[in-house]
Nanobody
Framework: QVQLVESGGGLVQPGGSLRLSCAAA?????????IGWVRQAPGKEREVVSC????????YYADSVKGRFTVSRDNAKNTVYLQMNSLKHEDMAVYYC??????????????????????WGKGALVTVSS
């Protein structure tokens, strides 16, 4: 099972930007997987945010982030990125990347299976505060 490591979380002011990275641990390849991003804020349900397919790089976004977030992948670096612009208080959450089937099947279904069935990173905390 592929191991994923997120990085790039931190504190940002409203309106600011952050870029999250999701990298595969050495020895694992991400290019065969679609990669999804899921976030969970305290007291709220988990929300699927975005996904990028493995076949042709098709991207998907939740309405709440469309136009502000951009997902991309660099297979040479074995890394997927989530560029987050115009951040709002409501974007504050722990962000996880997770493997998906090639056409973002889990993303389209609105939820990801638990770690073990699919692979999850440990999460990156994004805090939006002035």
């Amino acid at each position: 099972q592929v191991q994923l490591v997120e990085s790039g979380g931190g504190l940002v002011q409203p309106g600011g930007s952050l870029r999250l990275s999701c990298a595969a641990a050495p020895g694992f390849n991400l290019d065969q997987y679609a990669i999804g991003w899921v976030r969970q804020a305290p007291g709220k349900e988990r929300e699927v945010v975005s996904c990028i397919s493995s076949s042709d790089g098709t991207t998907y976004y939740a309405d709440s982030v469309k136009g502000r977030f951009t997902v991309s992948r660099d297979n040479a670096k074995n890394t997927v990125y989530l560029q987050m612009n115009s951040l709002k208080h409501e974007d504050m959450a722990v962000y996880y990347c997770a493997t998906d089937r090639p056409e973002c099947t889990y993303y389209k279904g609105g939820e990801y299976p638990p770690n073990g069935i699919t692979s999850w990173g440990k999460g990156a905390l994004v805090t939006v505060s002035s």
